[in-house]
């Protein structure tokens, strides 16, 4: 009998917890907590934006990169891919972000007997001389992206009396070496007609 009553007590407790509301959900609290995280997300992101903005006129100096104009002959090469951005050279984390060159983007390069186009749709376009050129090498990284290691085309050039150093990947890595090799023969070439 006492294993019956035992038993009885027991499916009326759980008749009892089933028989009892959920938790009313404290709404203001939980808006507030929503509102505070986004206004702080918003701020986190006005002082990314003022930092770049800061960056961008700290470099104001470095003169506008020459527009492409197309019309620099027969193409040496090509290459199709990404562009990740400039940085003083030897300083793989000192990003220029004046004149657009921090942003990010896809990329054509064309290589021609005037220089190098940098066609980037959806950013400012540029042309690099070719008496500006000077060395091409196979690195691992530039500000905001790291691969493995030859992963990235890295193109040293002089621009307003400041080098920099515009890094490259493209879309068949295996071009990279090949890209090196012709940059730099250009660039030996030109050396030796000064």
Known sequence: MTTLTTIAAGIE????????????????????WVVGLLLFVALVYWLMRQGWKWRG?????????????????????????????????????????????????????????????????????FHIPRAA??????????????????GLLVLTWEHGGTLIDSGFRSDRAAEHNDWVATLNNLITTTEGAR
């Open 13 to 32: 407790i759980l008749a009892a917890d089933e028989r009892k509301s959920a938790e009313v959900t404290d709404w203001a609290a939980r808006i507030g």
């Open 133 to 150: 050129l000077r060395e091409a090498r196979l690195d691992k990284g530039i500000a905001g992206k790291v691969l493995a290691e030859g």
């Open 57 to 125: 006129s700290l470099q104001s100096d470095l003169p506008e990169p020459a527009p492409v104009t197309g019309d620099g002959g027969t193409p040496l090469a090509v290459l199709e891919g990404r562009y990740h951005g400039s940085t003083t050279a030897g300083q793989w984390l000192d990003r220029i972000v004046a004149h657009g060159l921090g942003v990010r983007s896809r990329v054509e390069l064309t290589l021609t007997e005037a220089g190098l186009d940098v066609v980037r749709p959806g950013a400012r376009d």
